[in-house]
Structure formats: structure tokens, C-alpha cells
């Protein structure tokens, strides 16, 4: 009997145990932000390359033996500063030839001019006929002018003996020589060295037809704005990572897109002379662009955005349990995510946590950010110099000075009477 009790109460004990109360899971922990929106500023990047605003090919300007090299390669050269001799003895002999031609000439033009001045007074005297008198006219202003003729040939065989010396087009460092002493170099064709800008440098870059078409997309539909004639001012990152900021501006957009490549080509111009890393020519770098701002958009944290079937997508936490709210995502912003629409001020976007929940679930937030404490006056447009790259001097701008020609012209025949 004592047996059949003491089974009974075990079993009793069993049953009340089997009905305890079921213990309800943990709610998932989650991070939030509260939605702003504000005036996102955005900036692009792309390799590019240096290159010099006078980078300049040193062409001669007449044919013959290189002569003697008058500088040091790789060294700074001043404007019309000599850097060839060509051998000017042939240039010489051609001088000498034009002023023995003019000297024939004019005597020849003299003495027409006699005949002229008699035929003047006979026929005063009615002693030739008009036919004659007209004749010798017609002779003395055909040899006038071919003196004027033998002028221009002793001209161009002054400025042909002055290209003799080939000189600097501009102010920079000259690369290396593609020529030597005793070489044949051809006017106007044979390229001798590359000289190369120092102070103003460009920065020719591309920007792919996207990126083109994103920004005027904004533009249209007034949501961004960009700086005036796209005047992005730039950032340069150096191939070991060095960082120049504010090194200059877009200074060129073309007019047409890249028909070869797809492609817009831009430029920008860079005051060398206020940068402690000195860009040389040739050099490649990578360029940011900075200027174009989103204004009044939502900017929230990639990881807060998923992808389902019907599109992008967010969490949403309202009156503590998980809503499901759908977005128009735009551009990428390091680690943020431009929203273009589905998004409104005060909305708690999950942004940690998202992927251990479900829609109508209720959740414990952690953490929230509250972005209406952002800066909502952010620059909207990159200040640019409104001047553009300093004009140069042309190389066609120089004016000779006899006296200080490396090669003086020996003239027996000084007929100018010090006109040229």
C-alpha cells in the first residue's frame, strides 16, 4: 500500500512540473537613426595626369647642322634664352648674296632714273615722243620695285641667320635632347626638346558620361547645385597617398563628349608655386572633385539599406515595432547613402540589427542618432578664383636686338642707312 502512495505522489509531481509557464524570447537589440534632411555635399575622383600649362616643343625655325648646344639639360631656361647654334655660315652667304643683289639693283634703278629725268626734259622740248618718255617710265618704276623686292630678300636673310640660334619658347625646366651636335635638324619639323612649365601645371582628368548625366539630372530636377561653370575646387592624392587639399579648380569642361572613349574631358589648373609637393609633368595623381551638393536630401549609413523583390528597402521603428518602408536610393557617399524619395524628417531608420528581425516585430533600441543635429548649412558651392590661367607671352612676341645677337652679321654693304 505505502508503495502504491508513494507512486502516485511522484507521478503527481511530474505533471505539475510539465505544466510550468513558457518562457518568452528575448526581443532583438537594434541601433536607430532619426532621419534629417540636409544639404549633402558630394565629391567625385578619378586618375588623372600633370601635365604643364607651357609645355612647349623647342622647333627651329630653319634647316641645317646643329652647331654648338648652348645649355644643360634638365636645367631652368629663361624665356629666348639661346639653347642651339645652328651652323650659320650658309645663312651668311645667303645675306651677303641678297645685299650684293640689292646693291646691283639699285645702281641699275639709278641709272634709270637718269635716263627717266632726260627723257623728262626732251620731251619738255618736244625732242621724243610720249611713247618714249612713258618706255622709260615704265623701266625706272620696274627697277623701284624690284630694289623693294631685293629689300625683302635681305630681310628674310637677316630673320633666316637670327633662327640660326634656337632659343627657349618660355620660362621651365628643358627635358631631355632629342638631338646632338653635328645632327641635321629640319625647320619647323624636328622636335629638339620639350620645355616644361614650373609655376602653372593642369590637371587633365576625364569624367564618365554618368557621372555627367547624375549631375545634370540634379540640376534639372533642382535638387543639387555645383559650382558656377562646374569650377569644382580639387583635392590631389600623390601616388605614396599624400594628400594636397585645395590645390586649385576646374578651370576647362569640353564642349562635346569624347567620341573615342565616352568621356567628358576637364581640366583644372594648379598654382604650383603655394605647393610644398611639387608636381612635375607627366606625373600621375588622383583628383577629387568637390563642390556638388545635394540639398535638403537624406544621407543615411549604407548598411541601414537592403534589397528585396520589389526594390530597396529600410526597417523602420514605429510605436516600437518593425515597419518595412520602401526607398529610392541615389549616389554613394563614402560610407553613406544619398535616398532620393521613400523617406521623411523624424523617421527612426534601423541601422544595426536589421538582419535579425522581422516586420511587425517588436525591438529594444540601443542606440540613437539624431541627425537633425547636423549642420544643415553646408556649403552648397565650392569657392572658385573667378581668374583664369595667367596669360603667357608667346614665343612669336619676341622682338631681335642686333646688339646682343649671338651671331654678328658682317656687311660690307650697309645701304639701309640704319632702317633695319
Not at 295 to 305: G, L, R, S
Not at 359 to 378: A, H, L, M, R, S
Request: hydrophobic letters at 40%; charged letters at 20%.
Amino acid at each position: 500500500m505505502k508503495k502504491i502512495l508513494t507512486v502516485l505522489l511522484c507521478s503527481s509531481i511530474l505533471v505539475a512540473g510539465c505544466t510550468k509557464k513558457k518562457v518568452e524570447p528575448p526581443k532583438p537589440h537594434v541601433d536607430v537613426l532619426v532621419t534629417q534632411s540636409y544639404n549633402v555635399p558630394y565629391s567625385f575622383d578619378y586618375p588623372a595626369l600633370v601635365q604643364g600649362v607651357v609645355d612647349y616643343k623647342v622647333v627651329p625655325r630653319v634647316s641645317g647642322a646643329i652647331y654648338s648646344q648652348l645649355y644643360t639639360e634638365g636645367s631652368y631656361v629663361k624665356k629666348d634664352q639661346p639653347l642651339y647654334q645652328i651652323d650659320p655660315r650658309p645663312y651668311e652667304l645667303a645675306l651677303q648674296n641678297a645685299q650684293g643683289q640689292l646693291i646691283k639693283d639699285k645702281a641699275a634703278m639709278d641709272n634709270y632714273k637718269i635716263i627717266y629725268d632726260r627723257y623728262v626734259r626732251l620731251y619738255a622740248a618736244e625732242a621724243v615722243s610720249k611713247q618714249d618718255l612713258e618706255m622709260q617710265t615704265i623701266n625706272y618704276q620696274a627697277a623701284v620695285g624690284q630694289v623693294e623686292t631685293d629689300k625683302a630678300a635681305v630681310n628674310d636673310a637677316k630673320l633666316n641667320l637670327e633662327y640660326c640660334v634656337v632659343r627657349s619658347p618660355s620660362d621651365g625646366y628643358i627635358a631631355e635632347r632629342q638631338v646632338t651636335v653635328g645632327d641635321m635638324v629640319t625647320a619647323f619639323q624636328t622636335v629638339t626638346n620639350i620645355v616644361n612649365s614650373v609655376n602653372d601645371m593642369y590637371i587633365v582628368f576625364s569624367m564618365p558620361e554618368n557621372d555627367r548625366l547624375s549631375i545634370q539630372n540634379a540640376l534639372l530636377s533642382q535638387t543639387a547645385t555645383v559650382p558656377d561653370s562646374y569650377k569644382f575646387r580639387v583635392d590631389l592624392q600623390l601616388a605614396d597617398g599624400t594628400m594636397v587639399n585645395d590645390a586649385g579648380y576646374v578651370q576647362f569642361t569640353d564642349t562635346r563628349i569624347n567620341l573615342q572613349n565616352g568621356v567628358w574631358n576637364m581640366r583644372a589648373y594648379v598654382d604650383n608655386t603655394n605647393l610644398k609637393n611639387q608636381l612635375l609633368a607627366g606625373q600621375f595623381v588622383h583628383i577629387y572633385l568637390h563642390g556638388l551638393t545635394y540639398d535638403n536630401a537624406f544621407a543615411i549609413p549604407q548598411e541601414a539599406v537592403a534589397r528585396g523583390d520589389d526594390g530597396f528597402f529600410v526597417y523602420v521603428i514605429k510605436d516600437g515595432k518593425v515597419t518595412k518602408q520602401n526607398v529610392e536610393v541615389g549616389q554613394m557617399i563614402g560610407g553613406l547613402w544619398i535616398i532620393k524619395s521613400g523617406l521623411s524628417n523624424g523617421m527612426h531608420v534601423v541601422t544595426a540589427g536589421g538582419v535579425k528581425i522581422a516586420v511587425g516585430e517588436e525591438v529594444v533600441v540601443d542606440k540613437t542618432i539624431n541627425q537633425d543635429k547636423t549642420d544643415p548649412n553646408n556649403p552648397a558651392k565650392a569657392s572658385a578664383p573667378a581668374s583664369v590661367t595667367p596669360a603667357k607671352a608667346n614665343a612669336s612676341d619676341y622682338v631681335a636686338d642686333p646688339s646682343k645677337r649671338a651671331v654678328q652679321i658682317e656687311s660690307n654693304a650697309d645701304i639701309y642707312d640704319g632702317q633695319y
